[in-house]
């Protein structure tokens, strides 16, 4: 196998039970005993109804929550690497580098404007100034952020345009794996088709990608296959 078409993600043995302290320790099995590889190209949608475990999956491959069994591995740095057991400044690493999540929600930077915002994951990766402005401005225009909002910061703006200014921080990048959680869910059908081009195009480019989608034309347009996450239900 050449380094292009190996899975860019290899999930093995994946379960989650949250613990919540503040309630005597009670337990929430979520899923256990998931196994998933994604490919280069590959756009894995997560179906399963609400509560089913589709964001914590999903958060679990990002690192940001630690799973109570198995591995999450990914290609990073011509190498696989468990994100599971990473320390935080490698999985920082990843997340500059390799890994790039759109979240429902934009975490608000105050007082940075917009465009630097969406600048900022191309400057940390060197990419040089003219050059990071030019793809920020290419990437705000198809989403059609209003040019008078570019130099304020993204506190104060609609749902729908912080939603965009969040996809467009991670599709402006080149990253080879894309995590998203339904990143179309405030945005009008115009907006949604602009989003499916930029995620067709990283796709056709060999990103990995896995999503969650509730809107059938989305999810119909970049899907590659299905993944059912109610069939890892953990028991009760
Ligand atoms: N931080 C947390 N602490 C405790 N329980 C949690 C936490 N996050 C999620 N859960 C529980 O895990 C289960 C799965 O939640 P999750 O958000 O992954 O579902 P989902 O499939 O994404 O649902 P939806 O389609 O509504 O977004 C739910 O029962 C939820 O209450
Ligand atoms: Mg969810």
Not at 29 to 38: A, D, M, T
Not at 117 to 132: I, R, S
Not at 173 to 187: F, H, K, M, Q, W
Request: aromatic share 6%; hydrophobic share 45%; net charge negative.
């Amino acid at each position: 196998m050449n380094d292009d078409n190996r899975p860019q993600i290899v999930v093995h043995a994946l379960g989650k039970t949250f613990t919540l302290h503040n309630q005597g320790g009670m337990s929430v099995p979520v899923f256990s005993g998931v196994e998933l590889e994604v490919l280069p190209g590959e756009c894995v949608v997560l179906s399963g109804v609400s509560g089913v475990g589709k964001s914590t999956m999903l958060r679990s491959i990002y690192g940001n929550y630690v799973p109570s069994h198995g591995s999450v591995e990914v290609w990073h740095d011509h190498a696989y690497l468990d994100i599971t057991t990473a320390s935080p400044h490698v999985t920082l690493d990843v997340r500059r580098r390799t890994m790039g999540y759109v979240s429902q929600f934009l975490r608000v930077i105050p007082r940075i404007s917009t465009l630097h915002l969406v600048m900022e994951p191309l400057l940390e990766n060197g990419v040089d100034a003219d050059d990071a402005r030019a793809r920020a401005e290419n990437v705000l225009e198809r989403l059609h952020l209003p040019r008078a909002l570019w130099q304020l910061p993204p506190a104060t703006f609609s749902g729908g345009e912080q939603q965009r200014v969040n996809i467009a921080r991670v599709m402006v990048r080149d990253y080879p794996i894309v995590l998203l959680d339904e990143p179309t869910a405030s945005l009008d059908a115009d907006n949604r088709s602009v989003v499916v081009d930029l995620m067709k195009t990283a796709l056709a480019r060999g990103t990995a990608m896995v999503g969650i989608f509730h809107d059938e034309g989305v999810r119909g347009a970049v899907a590659t296959r299905l993944f059912d996450v109610a069939r890892f239900k953990a028991a009760a």
